[in-house]
Every structure is written in C-alpha cells, then in structure tokens.
C-alpha cells in the first residue's frame, strides 16, 4: 500500500534516490542561507538584523546536515534539475527578494523587509510541515532521527520569528501591506510546490524504476493535495497569531553539529 512512509523510505533505502533528495535539500538550505545573510547585512533595523543572521545560520547548518548523511553513506551531492529548485523557481515569479536585488550594497526598504518576512512566513511554513512529516516518520531512525529533530526545531523557531515580526510591522500600520504580499506568496507557492513535487516524483520514478500506475497515482495525489490548498488550504500560510515561541531567533545560533 503506498503511503508517505513507505515512499519515504523506498527513497531513503536506495542510494541514487536517497542522493537526489539530500542535494535538492541542501541546495535548498545554502540558497536560504545565502539569502538571509545577505539580508542581515542591508537590513537598516539592528534589532532584526542578528534575528535573519541567526536565521542565515541555521539554514547553512541545515545544508551541512544533508551534506552528512550523504558523506555517511559514501556519497556526494549531485547536480539538482532546475525542474526541481523550489527557491529558484519561486525567484523567477517575482517571489521574495530577487538575488539581484541582494547583490546591491544599498539599505533595504520597509517594503523590502514585508517581502522578505512574508516571503518566509509562507515558505516556513512549507518546510515545518514537511519536517514534522519526515520527523513522524524517521524519528527513531538511528542516523536520520537526529538531523530530521534537529532542523524540525529550527523551522519551528523560523515560523515563530516570521509571525512575532509581521505582528510587530503590522502594529505599526503595515497590516493591508502584509496581507496582499502575504496572498500573493502563498498563491505562488502552491503553484510552484505542486510543480517542483510532481517533478521530483519524475525524477524519483525514473531512478527506482516505478511502473507507471504508481507513477500515476503519486501524481493524482500531488494535484489533490493542490486543489485542496487551492480551494482554501493556502490560508493556513497567511495567518499571524502570536507565537508560543517569542524572541525565537533571538541570540546566537547553538553551536550544534552533525556528522
């Protein structure tokens, strides 16, 4: 019967799929990475500034872990399909600050620091569900539990910076400003999510061999799985409440490594 656990661990058992995973991941956490560094330097607020640091931190540690457990299993990260690059993707929508943007030495806007925010409210949001899924599943697992926990517990702390922040601007009479970038991110977001999933699924199919029926119904649920976030889903990924968490990038990153 196919479920996500299943799936999960046929991906994990094979060593040609397990490396396509961990390099689209890591590929994932060093563009974040980048980014928020980057961020942290042209960000007039020097209150929020070390928060995206510590946020750019983590996202470089998140890199380094993936890179492990292929270094665990003899493997080396291969080259990821631009079909797959979720970051890249959502860049060429307009999606977030563009990395030409970043790569000028000038203070970003008030506006700049909304898209930044929003831009990862909605994205967080994506990668804290789908480390509670792999946590579910490869939590008592002895090399992938540890790094699946750890980073599980940095997107937790992400989403909470990103809705304590929003809240405070919003306090601050940006609030039509967050919620149209807000919707605007999140309708980007299913589109792209849906698209990079079915073409990881493709990828996956072609390296373990799956006979198309299988292929077809992964696919079926991936398009479920957007119709739902179409019709209404997406909403989970706009809404600010106040954290449990507050202050959660506050102070240095924990000097926490995996290998």
């Known amino acids: 019967m196919l479920s996500a656990r299943s799936l999960f661990m046929e991906i994990h058992d094979h060593d040609e799929a397990f490396r396509l995973f961990c390099s689209i991941a890591a590929k994932g956490e060093d563009q974040g990475g980048?980014?928020?560094g980057r961020i942290a330097k042209l960000v007039p607020d020097l209150v929020l500034a070390p928060k995206v640091a510590r946020h750019g931190a983590d996202e470089d540690k998140h890199g380094r872990i993936f890179n492990a457990l292929l270094h665990k299993r003899g493997l080396n990260p291969v080259d990821v399909p631009d079909d797959t690059d979720y970051t890249m993707l959502?860049?060429?929508?307009g999606i977030g600050l563009a990395h030409s943007r970043l790569k000028r030495d000038e203070p970003l806007t008030e506006?700049?620091?909304?898209?930044y925010l929003a831009h990862s409210r909605v994205t967080e949001q994506r990668a804290a569900e789908q480390m509670q899924l792999l946590k579910r599943i490869f939590g008592d697992h002895p090399d992938v539990g540890r790094a699946v926990k750890m980073i599980s517990s940095d997107e937790d702390n992400h989403l909470a910076f990103c809705h304590e922040e929003l809240l405070r601007l919003?306090?601050?009479?940006?609030g039509r400003a967050i919620l149209n970038t807000l919707d605007a991110t999140a309708h980007a977001e299913i589109r792209t999510y849906r698209d990079v999933s079915l073409a990881v699924m493709g990828h996956m199919g072609e390296i373990l061999r799956w006979p198309r029926a299988k292929s077809a119904v992964l696919a079926a649920g991936v398009h479920a799985v957007f119709q739902y976030e179409r019709l209404g889903g997406w909403r989970r990924m706009t809404s600010l409440k106040m954290p449990e968490r507050l202050n959660a990038l506050g102070g240095p990153a924990p000097q926490e490594t995996f290998a």
């Open 90 to 93: 959502l860049e060429r929508q």
């Open 111 to 115: 506006q700049d620091v909304i898209t």
């Open 34 to 36: 980048w980014e928020n």
């Open 170 to 174: 919003a306090a601050q009479g940006h």
